[in-house]
């Protein structure tokens, strides 16, 4: 959008597209959607939805440190994707380039991290490739079917309309936040970290919702992303008891970290964000089959394009989350100087 | 098969599958094709065909050392494997994790190398990932139909039976061998190593076939893999002039290389072979359709489970590949000690 300044990784996702003929059969643009919507030649009612992720830097950063949550969070990112659209899957593969100096054991528990992680949702792997490489990185690619009237995007909000959360957030960054503080692994322990996509809730909510994304890179990047494609700001009502998980709740009072580094980091929970019409959303969300969901109301879409905490204080501070999604490649991936300059732009916000 | 050496390859995939249950909607066993096939709610007539490969050690061990080349390969790798299911592709998704030391000179030309790939078969990227990481790896994962009755699978050949590819062999080992053996790169210029799946030939062949696998791993693993699955053998008419492409054979005479390293080496080139009942195959690979397909013939299935090599001095040689293609690991990676055994291998079979 005019005005605001541009984030790096877009910019690097558009250098890439730049150079890629568009399908004539694919329904979104990019950036428009978290998985691709194709069409299916003799099939009028479905889009097939694909997606394809890679998990590394999380590994070779140190954040996950645990092989089984290595393989873990590889599935369930792409299945997150999804889950954003509102498919039904059909199953997942997978591609792991693995060091050589690993053992048996290390492979087994990725593996078997993939596995549950499919289990829970009753996925399936289909098949996958493996490689010898210096570096580890493991990538998956899911597959679904949605119904075309219903298939869920990043665009169609409206002023007004209420914002969701499919769960409470922030233990992606309370991870994120043991790690690049040093504080010690009992502190939010790795396992903690076993966000599940919201397949079922997808497919519930994509006869409703106006828009919805996932939140696998942080609440507030997801707004911001959904607030440049929409050209619509959000408020989010800080009521940080309620939008955050208890252990994340549970950490930042141990630790004196402020709440608000829960939801503005970089490393997201996998929850779905969507909007929905503030008419219907108390009697559609009331519906028996989100039983076992716990559906927050986080706050309003506003014609302001802008992202506004509403914090207990009962203060409210425009956030702009440009400086702080282009942090780690301004501070060349220093990760000190990262957190530094993080909690100095709270400062100034008056969030710390 | 019984009293067959194992192959650490197959070993290996079979302890990442060994945690992975099995989808009660595919069609395709471990091992069976080169893309997996599954059933797709709705359609009665078609598989799903899909398959992700990750393009890394070709890059790290500088194999490939033109970005272009990088992203050709990723591409048609994939592309190739729906081939031999013998897929109408539907597109594909790719994941480049890059150096962060790399410039945008060099990820572009891995876009356009990945977009010109495509364009020459009439397919798109859908969509993808960007990462960055301490050492590049690329991953593609492409998407098809496949009528049911027609897939293409590396099981079913018959004794008797004809063996063909669709081209020409030798230059993923032409160019292989030229690195590792520090010849100067004009002898096997890196640009001629711009394999295209055979996408439209599959579609064809899918008909009339009994089993296909592309030769992404070279000649003889393919052999040798058919081999395993299918417990018969095949009878290799070593015609150089006739089964190897003009460049390889020019550099082999050149450099004074015994040609059975072209088939013998572990980087292929993405034809497909396949089986085809004898009595039937003039008759089939005449039709006008197949015309501007190089189809060669290679030779025949034999009842008995071994590569038999028909060479041009009118002698015949069974080769064992397992020690080959467990070489690289034998040797721990060991490229000089590769090359060393390698060829220690042929003078022992009179090959060399």
């Known amino acids: 959008m005019k005005g605001m300044k541009e984030i790096f990784e877009n910019i690097n996702i558009d250098s890439w597209v730049q150079h890629f003929l568009r399908s004539p059969h694919q329904f979104n643009k990019p950036h428009d959607s978290d998985a691709e919507l194709i069409e299916i030649p003799g099939n009028s009612h479905h889009y097939l939805a694909v997606t394809i992720d890679t998990v590394a830097e999380e590994i070779t950063s140190g954040l996950y440190q645990d092989p089984y949550t290595m393989g873990w969070v590889t599935v369930m990112a792409c299945l997150s994707d999804l889950a954003a659209v509102g498919a039904e899957p059909l199953g997942l593969v997978v591609s792991a380039s693995i060091e050589p100096s690993r053992d048996r054991t290390f492979t087994n528990s990725i593996a078997r991290g993939m596995e549950d992680a499919c289990r829970t949702l009753g996925i399936f792997i289909l098949g996958g490739d493996t490689n010898i490489t210096p570096t580890i990185s493991l990538t998956s690619c899911a597959l679904g079917l949605v ?10 909000c409206k002023p007004g309309e209420d914002v969701f959360i499919t769960g409470g957030l922030g233990i992606g960054n309370a991870l994120g936040l043991v790690r690049l503080t040093k504080l010690p692994s009992d502190y939010f322990p790795e396992k903690i970290y076993r966000p599940v996509a919201h397949i079922k809730e997808g497919q519930i909510l994509r006869k409703y919702v106006s828009c919805c994304m996932d939140t696998s890179d942080g609440l507030l990047t997801t707004l911001d992303q959904l607030m440049r494609l929409n050209g619509l700001g959000f408020v989010v009502d800080c009521d940080w008891e309620r939008i955050l998980e208890p252990e994340v709740l549970e950490l930042c009072n141990k630790t004196q970290t402020p709440p608000w580094l829960m939801i503005a980091g970089p490393h997201g929970e996998f929850k779905l964000l969507f909007t929905i019409s503030a008419k219907v959303a108390d009697k559609v969300l009331a519906q ?19 992202i506004s905490l509403a914090l207990p204080s009962g203060q409210s501070v425009n956030i702009d989350m440009a400086p702080i999604r282009n942090l780690l490649q301004t501070v060349g991936a220093d990760l000190e100087q990262y957190v530094r300059e993080f909690r100095s ?3 100034k916000l008056g969030l710390e």
Not at 147 to 156: F, H, K, L, Y
Not at 288 to 306: D, H, S
């Open 345 to 347: 732009i709270g400062k």
């Open 147 to 156: 119904p075309r009237e219903n298939a869920m995007t990043r665009r169609g």
């Open 288 to 306: 028996p089959q989100f039983e076992g969901t716990n559906l927050i109301r986080l706050g309003k879409v506003q014609q302001t394009p802008a």
